[in-house]
């Protein structure tokens, strides 16, 4: 058996997590929305519309913070179409997904679904077929108290308040050809630095975020970032990124090392910002939104698997299966949002339900928690506080089919000396401390050996692991419980020091109170 060591030390912190950090995103895209969400008529779905298996499950995740309503397709969105009696709202063609958007659900309900939620709600405005003056008027409708023509009308539709929506993304992903009306960093630098002006004028109060690149890979990566942040540094608090994680080469070992992608991604970027910052002589530090993270390929190439044709309403794509290994791939890319609490203040799973969801559901029947669910609902539910700058010493391995890009099948390379073990420790300043520990050893179980000074009597509240000698193996409507997390039993304590026994190829969190 292997043995990996974990230093920890209360004094030593990386940062306390924002809020922010364990968000999720809701596009109009596939059954996300429609069949998703929201299904007037379904056994469960309240007066709105709202399917409450689903807010149940929503609600177990916790997450804070909703990105709305892309993606993709926000490039191409008219807000104005999905706000007002309903039954005068046109259907419109989504360029983005080739399918026909009813409007029959916008912004509005979108806000009082958060609000049921307990959630924060994240706005992105069209910064692709529209402009700064749009977003503007958007602005209004949402924050402007009244005696205005948007403010008036937003009471007009039943919302004598404002929303005082505080997040904003500057549109999403412009730098990607497939984007409808995507653009050069110098163009859409200057469209964001305009309508963040317009925006801000209109409520000061707002944060808001400039698109980054829409993965590493992105061959304008790097150039993208400073260019639009020299144009918007002013104006905008956040820059985003986006990870899809893949096993398109099906190596388990290369895909359980990709999430290490997202560490050096995130990394980059913050150099990056930080050198404007330098070139201007500023102490501001432009934060990270990294508002589209989790695992997505098979869904994903080729086109068709993506376009049903026909323009259809709702069409089930993207609606990826996740497996046991995605499960614990995706728990690695939590673990490096958690190592980057310091930046990477905002961060959204793409997406909530049935569009590369941790939530499925059967239009008209149940719904279920797929393997991604349990990873993120831990993150979610027992990251927030203060992480610790763990110190791990791990055995290591080499793969030959890493992907350095963390978004292509094309670019492959070999890699050296992936730690088996990955792992963030967060304390919660109560007292409560938890261990996320991802096993790469896909054969042997590991000995954990933690030493955490500066915290005394330790005692275990809760130790379970997500492991299956199956990584192929998945939850479906008809076994919606293959795969959940088990009791960790093999774990002792004594004064600072945890051992533990993580099984091969597992997701573990170990939650200790110390006094
Ligand atoms: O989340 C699915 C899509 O992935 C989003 O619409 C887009 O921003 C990204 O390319």
């Known amino acids: 058996m292997r043995t990996s060591t974990v230093l920890l030390d209360r ?8 809020p922010r950090l364990f968000g999720a995103f809701i ?13 007037p008529g379904h056994p469960t779905a309240d007066a709105q519309g709202f399917r409450q298996d689903v807010m149940e499950l929503v609600r177990e995740i916790g997450p804070t913070i909703m990105r709305y309503p892309g993606g993709n397709f926000v490039s191409g969105y008219n807000w104005e179409d999905g706000v007002g009696p309903v039954e005068q709202r046109p259907a419109r063609l989504d360029y983005a997904w ?33 402009g700064p003056q749009d977003a503007g008027y958007f602005v209004e409708y949402c924050n402007h108290p009244g005696g205005t023509h ?33 653009k050069t960093a110098d163009e859409y630098g200057r469209i964001a630095h305009e309508a963040a002006k317009i925006m801000k004028w209109v409520d000061g109060s707002i944060e808001l975020a400039a698109c980054g690149s829409s993965g590493r890979k992105m061959t304008t990566f790097g150039a993208w970032e400073d260019t639009v942040l ?36 995130i990394e980059e970027v913050v150099a990056i910002a930080d050198s404007v910052a330098a070139r201007r002589r500023s102490k501001k530090r432009i934060m990270l939104s990294f508002d589209e993270w989790n695992v997505w390929y098979r869904t994903r190439r080729p086109r068709e698997a993506r376009i049903i044709p ?92 890493f992907d350095p890009a963390g978004m292509d099948d094309e670019v492959r390379t070999k890699v050296t000396g992936v730690p088996y073990l990955k792992l963030a420790a967060v304390h919660d300043g109560k007292g409560g401390l938890t261990l996320f520990a991802l ?18 009597n330790l005692s275990l509240v809760q130790a379970t692991t997500l492991h299956d000698a199956d990584l192929d193996a998945v939850n479906t409507k008809a076994n919606p419980d293959r795969i959940v997390p088990k009791p960790l039993d093999a774990v002792t304590i004594a004064g600072a020091h945890i051992t533990a026994i993580l099984p091969p190829a597992s997701w573990s969190i170990i939650r200790l109170k110390a006094d």
Not at 439 to 456: F, I, K, Q, S
Request: charged letters at 20%.
């Open 310 to 401: 026909g323009w259809p309403v709702a069409p089930p794509i993207l609606e990826e299966i996740y497996n046991m290994q995605d499960a614990l791939a995706f728990g690695g890319a939590a673990i490096s949002l958690l190592n980057h609490a310091d930046r990477v203040r905002s961060a959204c799973i793409a997406q909530l339900v049935n569009v590369i969801a941790p939530i499925m559901t059967e239009t008209g029947g149940p719904a279920w928690r797929q393997t991604i669910f349990w990873p993120f609902a831990n993150f979610t539910n027992f990251g927030h506080g203060e992480v610790l700058r763990a110190k791990v010493t791990s055995d290591t391995y080499d793969t030959d089919y």
């Open 230 to 265: 020299d144009h918007t540094f002013d104006h905008v608090e956040w820059i985003s990124l986006h990870t899809y994680l893949n096993n398109y080469a099906s190596d388990t070992p290369a895909f359980l090392a990709s999430p290490d992608v997202m560490d050096s991604f």
């Open 11 to 18: 004094d030593f912190t990386i940062g306390q997590t924002d």
């Open 150 to 182: 948007y403010s008036e009308l937003r009471k007009q539709h039943g919302y004598e308040q404002p929303h005082n929506i505080k997040f904003w993304c500057l549109g999403n992903e412009m730098d990607g050809p497939w984007q409808t009306c995507a």
């Open 439 to 456: 096993n790469r050893d896909l054969t042997g179980e590991m000995r954990m050996e933690v030493d955490a000074r500066g915290m005394t």
């Open 27 to 39: 596009e109009h895209l596939g059954r996300c929305v429609y069949g998703g969400i929201y299904e």
């Open 98 to 130: 080739f399918s026909t958007e009813p409007n029959t659900f916008g912004t509005n309900e979108f806000i009082d679904w958060c609000k049921m939620s307990g959630i924060e709600p994240m706005l992105a405005v069209n910064l692709g077929t529209r």
